[in-house]
């Protein structure tokens, strides 16, 4: 991916036609590096979503509504007291470097004007927000403090002067002319690497354009080349951007303009429509990565412990074949015990059930008399018998554990934050962790809340995400005549059609809807089963979530995700 200098410079554009001149009304911090700010401007309400996270870094217009925490941290606190009703005067780019500059016109504690400078450094790992006091110079306070001794060069702590990063010794591209650039290119071997040694904002991506373009080694080509990219940057020629994203083998990349060297792209109306497009999938299951590595960890451990209990189970029931042994090695002890006496080692007699094969050779306890020993040979022989039936069963229990953690691992992968803590309470209640009622939390024995969908053909598709949902959904709120569906034999996600009658369309909807929130998510042809609510119990004492059912009918579907988040409400 490239949110370069550049990309932030078509990207400023986009930002400043909503928000220059736009009120803040509400701050939002949903998540430890994102904020959002809710902006109003000729009577239209936008959210502004700003991100320092180490890997999705950026900031842009967004329609992704995260739930907001019920108690909010401090830096969104402090934010809300600076900020909440202020006005964006300006938005501006630094020059060729990846920080963006809301300036704020707000209101001190008597009322007087204040203005503020809002940061947004948009460099990787090192991405951060803060709030400067403009005619002091000095940092408010930041998203990510960094103390003397993390960084020597600039300190970015509440009280300390405000230092931009260092900038790289590097040329304008804006300014270079044909004849300097003619120059510095000349005889060049690897140009797509000068390129962004030489220039400040170009990313490997947008050198790799320039020289796809060119095509051709000699310096006039690549030239053109160059001032053709550079003139297709929004903000050069003032125009809007043409957002552009790509697909490259099992990558996916984008740019703000499109790559005349990258085949299987899509292009979107903005910018913004195209980051949500590409980061918030990403971008919520790296949340919930966050929220629930600990349950991860707990339940591949637990997975872990239980796949090595059945591999004991299973020896334990290779050596109950041995039984009949036992029994055969005892009964020709007590046949012979005249042969025998306290202290030897080993007795060899004649195997009366087949004369044919030679003496066999038993061994012996020195510590035990002859009768004691045959009784021991007994005694082995009926626990391994008694043995048989006891391990079956807890292989089965064992195997049956196993398929609830793989599904509740399978629910992970697609859970939402809200999703995270009903597992958690689910986990808790079935005793494989404690659970720490979160202060201000939704009641524990709360309605679960469903995920919806609409079909082409206007259908109301309902998805329970967990276990909990799950059977609220399938034996409480569906009806007996409604269509129910669900991933053939791996764990997944319960689907029904709220109708009694729904057309084809979407019965293959709701089937790829199933396939995608199951274990089969990435696969390419899904067995999906459907039935009607009335066949489909579930058995006493079963683990939550568990269902069997009958009078099914197999589909066959493809799981796609971009479909899929296109029915959602």
């Not at 329609?63 to 606190?77: I, Q």
Request: charged fraction near 30%; include cysteine; charge should be negative.
């Amino acid at each position: 991916m490239a949110f370069d200098a550049m990309f932030l410079k078509s990207m400023t554009e986009e930002i400043k036609e909503g928000a220059e001149s736009g009120r803040i009304m509400k701050i939002h911090q949903p998540f430890p590096h994102e904020l959002i700010l809710f902006i109003r401007k000729n009577r239209e309400n936008k959210r502004l979503l700003i991100s320092a996270h180490p890997s999705y870094a950026r900031v842009q217009w967004t329609t992704d509504v995260p739930e907001n925490p019920a108690n909010p941290p401090m830096f969104c606190m402090l934010l809300r007291k600076h900020l909440e009703g202020a006005i964006i005067e300006e938005v501006r780019q630094e020059p060729n470097e990846r920080i963006l500059v809301l300036g704020i016109r707000g209101k001190d504690d008597i009322g007087e004007n204040r203005f503020l400078d809002l940061y947004i450094e948009i460099m990787g790992r090192h991405s951060n927000l803060t709030l400067v006091d403009r005619a002091k110079g000095t940092i408010i306070d930041c998203i990510k403090h960094i103390s003397p001794a993390q960084n020597s060069y600039r300190t970015l702590l509440p009280g300390a002067t405000y230092i931009l990063p260092p900038k790289a010794d590097k040329q304008d591209p804006f300014s270079i002319s044909a004849s300097d650039f003619e120059r510095l290119f000349l005889d060049e071997e690897n140009p797509a690497k000068r390129l962004v040694k030489e220039f400040a904002g170009f990313s490997p991506l947008l050198a790799a354009e320039i020289v796809g373009r060119a095509n051709e080694t000699d310096t006039s080509s690549l030239q053109n080349a160059f001032f053709d990219c550079l003139h297709e940057i929004p903000s050069f020629l003032g125009e809007k951007a043409v957002p552009h994203t790509f697909t490259r083998a099992d990558k996916e990349d984008y740019y703000f303009m499109p790559l005349i060297f990258r085949d299987n792209f899509k292009t979107y109306s903005s910018l913004s429509e195209l980051l949500d497009a590409f980061y918030i999938g990403k971008a919520r299951r790296d949340r919930v990565h966050q929220m629930g590595h600990d349950l991860e960890r707990q339940l591949a451990t637990e997975r872990t412990r239980n796949v090595l209990k059945i591999e004991k189970l299973e020896h334990t029931l290779l050596e109950t074949e041995k039984a009949d042994e036992f029994r055969t090695k005892g009964e020709l002890l007590t046949a012979n015990l005249y042969k025998m006496e306290k202290g030897m080692e080993s007795v060899t007699v004649q195997d009366f059930y087949d004369e044919a094969l030679p003496d066999i050779t038993i061994p012996l306890d020195t510590r035990k008399t002859p009768s004691q020993n045959a009784q021991y040979y007994f005694t082995r022989y009926q626990k391994l018998r008694n043995a048989v039936a006891y391990v079956n069963e807890q292989i089965a229990l064992t195997q049956e554990e196993i398929t609830y953690l793989d599904g509740i691992l399978a629910q992970l992968e697609t859970a939402s934050p809200s999703d995270v803590e009903e597992i958690r309470q689910e986990l808790a209640e079935q005793g494989y962790i404690r659970y720490k009622k979160p202060k201000n939390g939704r009641q524990k024995n709360a309605q679960p809340k469903l995920e919806k969908y609409t079909s082409t053909s206007g259908l109301p598709i309902l998805v329970g995400k967990n276990n909990k949902q799950n059977e609220y959904l399938t034996n409480k709120l569906a009806k007996n005549n409604e269509l129910w569906f669900h991933v053939k034999d791996l764990p997944g996600s319960h689907v029904v059609i709220q109708d009694p009658n729904p057309d084809e369309v979407s019965i293959t909807e709701a089937a790829m809807i199933a396939a995608y929130f199951s274990k089969a998510r990435l696969s390419s042809t899904v067995p999906v089963d459907a039935t009607l609510i009335k066949h489909v119990k579930k058995p006493n004492g079963a683990k939550p979530g568990y269902v069997i059912y009958d009078n099914q009918t197999t589909y066959f579907v493809t799981p796609d995700e971009e479909k899929v988040q296109a029915l959602k409400n």
